[in-house]
């Protein structure tokens, strides 16, 4: 199994600004996962974080409001841009282990953002 | 196209009542996942179980058991003699031709003392 170390775990914060969400992993893993999930909803995946290439991105979201970082296979971070209250929600890293046969996800607890 | 329907939006039991959450899914793949977490008020996500495509074996751990139907496309899930503790958002999810999960919208159970 992996541990997943997400920081911060809440944050409320000043809409215009930007907050920068770290997901650290106590091991290699291909795959590196940012969802989101707004207020009573479901879990949105935001984007994949590719290590050594851009991010790829699902629908609806872009590289300006959501760049993401990944250095290595352990580390990643989410910027959230220019926040407004809509952003308010629980943003989560998950990673996967290799190899669809053995997919299992781990999240992280998951940083609650709440935007005033 | 990949969907994970979760019809009941909120369930309410009285303790030590058992109670099934409903999950359907679509896919076109032969090969997929399906998943079940548990989105306690604190918000992480909590890894209940996995099930492959090929493996229909119903099963059990604990309180919790698990209802796989190919024929229907559900995977249900049924909590036994709830406990207050059971309160909580369950998410049933779905992984098909990629990494990516499918989360289905989640019901959320109260379990009154």
């Known amino acids: 199994s992996a541990v997943i170390s997400q920081k911060p775990s809440r944050d409320i914060c000043q809409r215009g600004t930007s907050l920068t969400i770290q997901c650290q992993v106590d091991s290699q893993v291909t795959m590196m996962f940012w969802y989101r999930q707004q207020p009573g909803q479901s879990l949105t995946l935001i984007a994949t974080a590719n290590q050594g290439s851009e991010a790829t991105y699902e629908s609806g979201f872009v590289i300006d409001k959501f760049p993401i970082s990944r250095p290595n296979l352990t580390f990643s971070t989410l910027t959230v841009s220019n926040m407004s209250p809509e952003d308010s929600s629980i943003y989560l890293c998950s990673v996967d282990t290799p190899g669809l046969a053995n997919t299992e996800a781990f999240f992280g607890q998951g940083t609650r953002l709440t935007v005033v | 196209a990949q969907k994970v329907t979760q019809a009941q939006t909120e369930i309410s039991v009285v303790e030590k009542e058992d109670v099934t959450l409903d999950c359907v899914y679509e896919t076109r793949d032969t090969t997929y996942y399906l998943f079940w977490y548990k989105q306690p008020p604190s918000g992480e996500l909590v890894f209940l179980i996995r099930r492959n495509s090929f493996d229909e074996q119903n099963e059990i751990s604990g309180r919790y058991s698990w209802n796989f139907q190919k024929s229907t496309s559900s995977f249900n899930f049924t909590i036994t003699a709830s406990q207050v503790v059971d309160s909580a958002v369950y998410f049933c999810?779905?992984?098909?031709?990629?990494?990516?999960?499918?989360f289905g919208t989640g019901t959320r159970l109260k379990v009154l003392a």
């Open positions: 999810a779905l992984i098909s031709g990629t990494y990516k999960y499918i």
